[in-house]
């Protein structure tokens, strides 16, 4: 499948300098804990997807707002090395978004987010991108912007007949209905899907047992007929009532690795899906590929600095 990604994909939304430092142990509430040495890393869920997806050679739009801070530059300079189209970016007075990020010895993070240009991506500045969001098979959207303009995307991308991908994160857990209608794919983790859905996570953690088909249904009752649930460690389930892709219920295995860093994994895993879809893949397929591609990623330090292209993915698990 790597020899095969390619097509037009479009993502709307959020990129963020990262700051970030690497702990004994995440701190508590409260509580003051030594770090290593301060790094400034390319980030942004938006920025990070759309990275994911060209280093492995899908045709990539980003559309965002960037401040006029040094940041600014780094974070146009570090998309365009991933092979990221950005001249559609806007460039807002201020700064640009940046997250504050903890990664604990075992690769675990916190993470808190200030938006900075990120909240400058209007409903406007979406409607003079139309036709350039109109050329794209598939969109991307997560919802570091604000909420508005993300329907926006997701209308303009759906009456032109792509494929509209939406990662519910930062998770908000009733989504607009106009969202909804032009959303094709929704992906969540585990845990948001069980707020979503009102339904219990099994007490002793294993997914295996779990009724994976009253989730389908309930899923369906909100309005998504397809859905990726990623579960961490333990892979991911596609949940289709479409009857076009495969069963209506598809487990994909994890890859295991010796993880570093863990930070924007996920978005990885959805740079794939996107890419992955606009070069013809089925769902499950791409998300089988984002598997390995995220698990690349947990190997190294920070978000985009540790994605890998094609051939570096092909070659770490051919090994």
Known sequence: MLDRIGG????????????????????????????????????GKSGNQAASAARLGA?????????????ADFLLGELGKAGVDTTHVLHVPGPSGTTVITVDKHGE??????????????????ETSRDALAESSVLGLCLESPMDTVVAAARIAHDAGATVLVNNSPFVPRLPRELVDATDI???????????TDIDEPADGDWNGFDWEDARERMVRLGFDRSIVTLGGDGSVILDATGGDGPGITRIAPVAVDAVDTTGC??????????????????????????????????????????GTAAQVRARFEQ
């Open 8 to 43: 037009d994909v479009a993502v709307v939304g959020s990129m963020n300098a990262d700051y970030t430092v690497v702990t004994e142990r995440l701190p508590r509430p409260g509580e003051t804990v030594n770090a290593g040495p301060l790094t400034i890393l390319p980030g």
């Open 59 to 71: 045709h990539v739009r980003l559309f965002g707002a960037v401040g006029d801070d040094a940041n």
């Open 109 to 126: 993070n916190t993470i808190a987010y200030s938006p900075g240009s990120n909240a400058h991506v209007s409903v406007d500045y979406i």
């Open 186 to 196: 929704l992906l969540v983790n585990e845990h948001e899907m069980t707020q979503m």
């Open 266 to 307: 996920g978005d990885a895993f959805m740079g794939t899906v996107l890419a992955g879809l606009a070069s013809g893949f089925a769902l499950a397929d791409a998300s089988r590929l984002g598997s390995y591609v995220a698990a690349y990623a947990a190997t190294g330090r920070g978000a985009q600095a540790s994605y």
